[in-house]
């Protein structure tokens, strides 16, 4: 069933904490945005409304994690990434295992307008040394992702999350794997990798392009950071073309980090697609997507040019 991630987060961190004590809750002032406030009903006495104050917020989440906790603090994705200064030295640098929630993230939060799009964050947070980067694709995902930061993972964390509502693209008996992504669809005449709210239309606009003889494959790419570097190199020796496609600036973004590794590792054609070096602006979510060509058409159209302009 269709469910934006932010509501899976809330669900699974109110699980985990039935389950593990040290999980402890901050938010800025937008509980019922992020969700977490489903934690906070079960668990009030571990959990903190540090109002309008992000900054302090990472600081205390850092001193909790600093003293054996597990925090996880949320924030809309702009807002949280936006105390830059504050998580590369209270969180990065001192390998503090705060788990930073950015939600709302990209231009799928609709009408709310640029001052809240997260289109940076990706970018600010893959840059620290210590964070990892995670960016789930539907509900199952999501609360795998939480189980595991709560429970598997030991260090700072980046999760973004959306505002709308994501269908579900996991297959049966799927496990998240850090640094692993996942093969959602074959196909030989170009791999085109997505995350978050653009992979249920990556996977349209695939179907789509085999009603015009092209067939790609689509690879679900959650794990920002670290990545997966053999399924990048993989799919680049046989497909022979790399297209990237995600809710974010093009620069610094999940197409930035699959560039880097085709740079280094197995030089391929490629494009990236996503909001290219642009602010966001206020619409529905849906003509949002339609007019930078995030919709399933437009990764379509994008696909299909990409592929008549590029020989292998």
């Known amino acids: 069933m269709a469910k934006a991630s932010r509501l899976a987060f809330g669900e699974a961190l109110a699980e985990v904490g039935e389950t593990n004590p040290r999980v402890v809750v901050f938010d800025a002032d937008l509980s019922k945005s992020t969700m977490s406030m489903l934690f906070a009903k079960k668990f009030p006495d571990r959990f903190f409304e540090m109002g309008i104050q992000e900054a302090n917020m990472i600081g205390a989440g850092a001193g909790m994690a600093l003293s054996g906790m597990i925090p996880f603090v949320c924030s809309f994705a702009c807002f949280i990434t936006g105390r830059y200064d504050t998580i590369r030295m209270s969180v990065a640098y001192s390998k503090a295992g705060v ?7 990209g231009i799928g939060i609709g009408e709310d307008g640029n001052s809240q799009m997260g289109l940076e964050d990706v970018g600010l947070m893959r840059g620290l040394p210590n964070m990892i980067v995670l960016q789930p694709a539907d509900e199952l995902e999501t609360k795998q ?6 429970n598997g993972h030991d260090g ?13 693209v ?5 496990r998240f794997e850090l640094g692993k992504g996942m093969v959602l669809r074959e196909g030989k005449d170009v791999t085109c990798f997505a995350s978050g709210g653009t992979v249920a239309n990556a996977l349209v606009a695939a179907n789509r392009l085999a009603e015009q003889g092209i067939d790609a494959r689509v690879v679900n790419l959650s794990s920002i950071k670290p990545i997966d570097v053999d399924l990048i190199v993989r799919c680049a020796r046989e497909t022979g073309r790399i297209f990237t496609v995600e809710d974010h600036n093009v620069i610094g973004g999940m197409g930035s980090a699959v560039c880097e590794v085709l740079s280094e590792h197995c030089p391929t054609k490629a494009r990236r697609w996503g909001l290219l070096d642009k602010f966001g602006e206020s619409g529905t979510p849906e003509g949002l997507y339609e007019k930078y060509e995030l919709d399933a058409e437009g990764i379509a159209r994008r696909l299909a040019e990409f592929v008549k302009e590029t020989p292998r």
Do not use: C, K, W
Request: no cysteine.
């Open 99 to 105: 788990r930073i929630v950015g939600t709302h993230a």
């Open 145 to 150: 992702m939480v189980r595991f930061l709560a």
């Open 156 to 168: 700072p964390a980046y999760l973004r999350l959306t505002r709308q509502t994501l269908p579900d």
């Open 170 to 174: 996991s297959p049966e008996g799927y």
